[in-house]
C-alpha cells in the first residue's frame, strides 16, 4: 500500500496566506508535465486538441479530450505539456501515437516541478527582486513563457494574468523558493 503523497509545499500554508494582500501564492501540485522533444510539432497540436506554440518565449492553451492543457514553448525543438493530475500516462500515448515517423521523445516530467501561482498587484515587483528577465507587461505580456532563474532557483515562468504569472519549479527547490518570495514580499505587506 502506498500512502498519499504530500505536495511540496504543503507544510507552506499558513506562511503563504499571510504575505496577502501584497501577494496571494498558492501551491498548485501534482499537474500532469510531459515534455516533449520535437523538430516540428505541427502533428500534435490536432491530438491533444491544442495547438503547440509557434512562437518563441509563449505557450498556448485550450479544451480538448484532457481537459485544460497548456503547451509552454521552453527551446527551439521542447515543449511542455501541462494538464490536470493523472493524466500523464493517457497523455504520454497520446503524443507517441501522433509522432507517427516524427523523430522525438515524450517523457513524463510530472514528479520533477510543483506549481505555484502567484497574483497581486506586486507580483511583478516581488519577482524583479530576484529575476533577471524584464517583467514589465509591454517586454513580458500576458501569454509569455521563458526559463530563468529566481533567487538562483531555476524556474519556469508563466505570464498567465495581468497581476498573476504561475512559476514551475522543481519540488525540490520549492521550499527555498517561497521562503525567498516571503522575504521579497516584506516591503509590501501592511504592518497594522
Do not use: K, N
Amino acid at each position: 500500500m502506498t500512502a498519499d503523497p504530500t505536495s511540496p509545499l504543503a507544510a507552506w500554508t499558513d506562511r503563504l496566506a499571510a504575505l496577502a494582500p501584497a501577494l496571494t501564492v498558492a501551491e498548485v501540485p501534482f499537474r500532469s508535465q510531459v515534455t516533449v522533444r520535437v523538430p516540428d510539432p505541427s502533428a500534435l497540436g490536432s491530438a491533444l486538441g491544442v495547438e503547440f506554440p509557434a512562437v518563441a518565449c509563449t505557450f498556448t492553451t485550450g479544451s480538448g479530450p484532457f481537459g485544460d492543457v497548456e503547451v509552454l514553448w521552453l527551446g527551439p525543438d521542447e515543449f511542455l505539456v501541462v494538464a490536470a493530475p493523472g493524466l500523464q500516462v493517457a497523455i504520454e500515448e497520446v503524443l507517441r501515437g501522433a509522432f507517427g515517423g516524427l523523430r522525438g521523445s515524450v517523457v513524463d516530467t510530472s514528479a520533477q516541478r510543483t506549481t505555484v501561482v502567484l497574483e497581486g498587484p506586486h507580483v511583478r515587483d516581488v519577482l524583479a527582486h530576484g529575476c533577471s528577465v524584464d517583467l514589465h507587461p509591454s517586454s513580458a505580456p500576458v501569454g509569455t513563457c521563458v526559463q530563468t532563474l529566481l533567487a538562483r532557483t531555476g524556474i519556469i515562468l508563466q505570464v498567465t494574468g495581468a497581476d498573476t504569472v504561475t512559476l514551475l519549479v522543481r519540488s525540490s527547490f520549492a521550499e527555498y523558493l517561497v521562503a525567498w518570495l516571503s522575504d521579497a514580499c516584506a516591503e509590501y505587506l501592511v504592518v497594522a
